[in-house]
């Protein structure tokens, strides 16, 4: 077995399912679980307990690293991706880790996030995980609208390149390489009622992974 981007650790499995393809981190492990260690320690400030007993939507869950963290949390966990692929090794994965009572996972038809998606799941739920996302919407504030529409909390983590300190933005641009400029994003979320909060410490750890074109920003945005 191995994992698209996240490393997977399973009872039963001797190692890790490894990343098949390359990347510039050294130790995507510790990468990932100091990412995870951030994430938990903004929720918990946030709801006080944590996350247990909460409903978390996990928008682009990969193969369900965050997913599968907070399921063992003791969160129910809605996991929607656009990739066939993706949905199938989340729910895979869910029962080898023992958790797949709590995880929900749903295959987005297009790729954009649907207006309709919410439908036939949950009126709501209490947190949304948009972490490594927005960058590939195709209609980014449109998509950004539909998510903060939901009125409950969101962490944002996202890349920022080109426009690290600028107010630039640019509709146009390729969605995967979109660049992302972290004051137009605070100033947007500002507009649509939101306060946010930038982890400070997720910058610092990823100063000496990237060749300093890449800055990346983790937020908390919390509805007023």
Not at 49 to 58: F, Q
Not at 86 to 106: C, E, I, P
Not at 196 to 210: H, K, M, Q
């Amino acid at each position: 077995l191995q994992g698209f981007y996240h490393p997977i650790d399973l009872p039963g499995v001797d190692s890790e399912i490894a990343v098949p393809r390359p990347n510039t981190r050294s130790n995507l492990t510790d990468y990932h679980e100091r990412e995870w260690d951030l994430v938990n320690r903004l929720v918990t400030n946030l709801f006080h307990t944590g996350i247990a007993g909460r409903t978390v939507l996990d928008l682009g869950p990969a193969d369900g690293f965050f997913t599968l963290k907070c399921a063992r949390a003791g969160a129910s966990v809605l996991a929607y991706d656009r990739h066939a692929l993706m949905v199938a090794r989340t729910a895979v994965f869910s029962v080898l880790a023992g958790v797949s009572d709590r995880v929900t996972v749903r295959l987005l038809s297009v790729d954009r996030i649907d207006p309709n998606v919410w439908s036939s799941g949950p009126d709501t739920c209490d947190l949304i995980l948009a972490l490594g996302v927005i960058y590939h919407f195709d209609d980014l504030v449109g998509d950004l609208a539909r998510i903060v529409g939901l009125r409950v909390p969101v962490v944002f983590e996202f890349p920022s390149t080109g426009a690290d300190n600028g107010d630039r933005y640019d509709p146009a641009a390729r969605s995967d390489n979109r660049p992302i400029s972290l004051r137009w994003f605070l100033e947007w979320l500002d507009g649509q009622g939101f306060d946010a909060t930038v982890e400070p410490d997720w910058g610092r750890y990823n100063n000496d992974l990237t060749d300093g074109d890449t800055r990346y920003n983790m937020v908390l945005a919390v509805p007023r």
